[in-house]
């Protein structure tokens, strides 16, 4: 079998997500010869910092044979001749409070200065602390993180599960539960996309699909859809599995500002999970969602 290419952005966090996944794939399919390959932008420049529509684009044109980033980061519904090949098991999918001296938010000092990436993140904690100094955050994990150390910010909110990929649990001082901030569509899971006509590859990657993470990220990605919002939007989603095994789903509208946050749920069989999503996005429309989402 041909060398398969696995593509990824270039930061340390997302180089070390591929190759977790070429490794299980390696496991899976012990003939196979997987390497990561970083996919840089037109110039050589700014690997950390760009988003997967570079990476997309390198699969199209045949530069990779699959591509991982946290699911997360792809949108809700990938673009054409693109398909989800695969969605990795899910680590802790809330995010989690990095702070100086390890101060809670609910101590931080009016004005005190938190780092947070999205207006889904900034939305939900305005709504919490409207007195806080909202800090946007660029860039990878390190730099978001150094920016404690050089006096910056008083704390960060990141991804529990990118902490937890980087063997940096120790650096977690809480973990925001999702009742205050609940997280992205898919966030705590990995995606692998390939070429929507690849049946090779596709296979390849499903060996790593976890079917409980997939059936759950479904309805949440479904619900954005539905809503017809990005990723950059002020929405959160969350699907768990209850005792029975059904799907429950929690979502969340912000005002930008924080002045107004709506939220809803819907429940349904596993093999509902898109439904499901579309149900929760018209249950969170009749509460004016989409009042709030035209002042994004």
């Known amino acids: 079998m041909p060398r398969i290419v696995v593509g990824s952005q270039g930061s340390v966090l997302a180089l070390s997500q591929a190759r977790w996944v ?3 794939l390696k496991e899976a399919w012990p003939e196979a010869d997987f390497k990561v390959r970083s996919i840089r932008r037109p110039g050589g420049a700014g ?7 570079e990476l997309e684009e390198a699969l199209r044109k045949g530069q990779a044979d699959m591509i991982v980033a946290s699911l997360c980061e792809f ?4 673009p ?10 899910r680590l802790d999918p809330r995010e989690a409070w990095v702070a100086r001296g390890g101060r809670p938010i609910a101590d931080l000092a009016p004005g005190a200065r938190v780092g947070a990436s999205g207006a889904r993140v900034r939305a939900q904690l305005a709504a919490l602390r409207g007195d806080l100094e909202f800090v946007p955050l660029e860039g990878d994990l390190e730099s978001r993180m150094a920016r404690i150390a050089a006096g910056e910010c008083d704390g960060v909110v990141v991804p529990a599960a990118d902490l937890l ?3 940096m649990r120790q ?4 973990y925001i539960e999702t009742a205050v901030v609940m997280p992205a569509a898919g966030q705590g899971a990995l995606g692998i996309e390939v070429r929507e006509d690849d049946d090779v590859h596709a296979e ?11 059936d759950r990220t479904a309805a949440e990605r479904a619900f954005m859809v539905a809503l017809g919002v990005s990723i950059a939007a002020p929405v959160g989603a969350l699907a768990v599995l209850g005792e029975d095994g059904r799907i429950n789903l929690s979502g969340c509208v912000a005002a930008p500002d924080g002045s107004k946050v709506v939220r809803s749920e819907a429940s349904g069989s596993r093999e509902e999970s898109e439904d499901i999503g579309i149900e929760l996005a018209g249950k ?8 709030l989402l035209a002042r994004v």
């Open 204 to 214: 390849l990657a499903y060996a790593l699909n976890d079917g409980d993470a997939d």
């Open 165 to 167: 990929r980087m063997d």
């Open 75 to 78: 949108a809700p519904e990938p």
């Open 47 to 53: 690997q950390a910092d760009y988003g997967v529509s």
């Open 80 to 89: 054409g001749g693109i398909a989800l090949g695969a969605v990795t098991r």
């Open 171 to 174: 650096r977690i001082d809480a």
């Open 284 to 291: 969170i429309r009749q509460q004016g969602a989409d009042v």
């Open 22 to 24: 070429a490794e299980r």
